[in-house]
């Protein structure tokens, strides 16, 4: 069984933590997003820009994983590997076991943004097809009207 170093584990517990924390944040105002898709006057105000933020900062995150995995030894780059993954190692340490618990909340955090934002993105494509359709029937009944403010060219 190969463990990881202190150092290194130090530095993946900061990375997760502070991942689960943006992650979380970032479900927050996925949830904010869905909450305003469906009400009768969208506005999201500066909501995506916000999430984009905290997502560049995960993906930040994510490189001080990467980096911590480079220079780690094939086993235990396999062992974060699983650990990464959500599955436990065999004989799994103690603090294997603190950071496979921050990344079993992380990729729990990570489903429910995928679905909170198909929520959101499925009611912003229904106003936008209503709004689409509404404006066809209005050229339309324009055109038929001998012209109007909505003509093609």
């Given at each position: 069984m190969t463990m990881l170093d202190r150092k290194t584990e130090e530095k993946l517990a900061f990375a997760l933590g502070q991942k689960v924390s943006l992650l979380t944040k970032i479900s927050d105002l996925t949830k904010q997003i869905e909450v305003r898709s469906r009400q009768k006057e969208i506005d999201l105000e500066d909501l995506a820009a916000k999430r984009q933020v905290l997502m560049d900062r995960v993906k930040k995150c994510d490189g001080m994983i990467g980096r911590c995995a480079k220079a780690l030894d094939e086993d235990s780059r396999a062992r974060l590997r699983r650990i990464a993954a959500g599955?436990?190692?065999?004989?799994?340490s103690p603090e294997?076991?603190?950071l496979l618990q921050l990344s079993r909340k992380s990729l729990a955090l990570l489903r429910s943004i995928i679905?909170?934002?198909s929520v959101a993105?499925?009611?912003v494509r229904e106003r936008r097809n209503r709004v689409r359709k509404r404006l066809s029937?209005?050229?339309e009944s324009g055109n038929a009207a001998g012209g109007g403010m909505f003509h093609s060219r």
């Open positions: 599955e436990a190692p065999r004989d799994c294997e076991t603190a679905a909170e934002n993105v499925a009611c029937e209005l050229r």
